[in-house]
């Protein structure tokens, strides 16, 4: 079992930025480098949507085309946790956010949701207009 805790978010004003991690426990001894890591978010009212991947070395990202060039995703395995660094922020972005991670080390593609089966508790994050 691999728990995800989520730490950053809040709220931002249009055009901010903010950055939200993930941090990794249980089984991590041998295994957070073996995941491929991703977030996803859920704004009201609508269904959850992939965000951002990454595979385990950090040699491959992916993007929803909506954050594309103003999100990086990155990872410290050495710190078992993942970071979604998220700059030029929009209303549109406010969304709850979540990390998964997915058994596979790296997959292609990575923005299929049902893949995840390790998901963090979720943080707000609020853009104001």
């Known amino acids: 079992q691999l728990q995800l805790v989520q730490s950053g978010g809040g709220l931002v004003q249009a055009g901010g930025s903010l950055r939200i991690s993930c941090a990794a426990s249980?089984?991590?001894?041998?295994?957070?480098?073996?995941?491929?890591m991703a977030w996803i978010r859920q704004a009201p009212g609508k269904e959850r949507e992939f965000v951002s991947a990454i595979n385990w070395s950090g040699s491959r990202t992916e993007f929803a085309d909506s954050v594309k060039d103003r999100f990086n995703i990155s990872r410290d395995n050495t710190k078992n946790t993942l970071y979604l660094q998220m700059h030029s922020l929009k209303p549109e972005d406010t969304a709850v956010y979540y990390c998964?991670?997915?058994?596979?080390?790296?997959?292609?593609?990575?923005?299929?949701?049902?893949?995840?089966?390790?998901w963090g508790q979720g943080t707000q994050v609020t853009v104001s207009s």
């Open positions: 998964a991670a997915d058994r596979l080390a790296s997959r292609t593609p990575m923005t299929d949701l049902s893949n995840y089966i390790y």
């Open positions: 249980g089984r991590t001894d041998s295994s957070f480098y073996t995941y491929t």
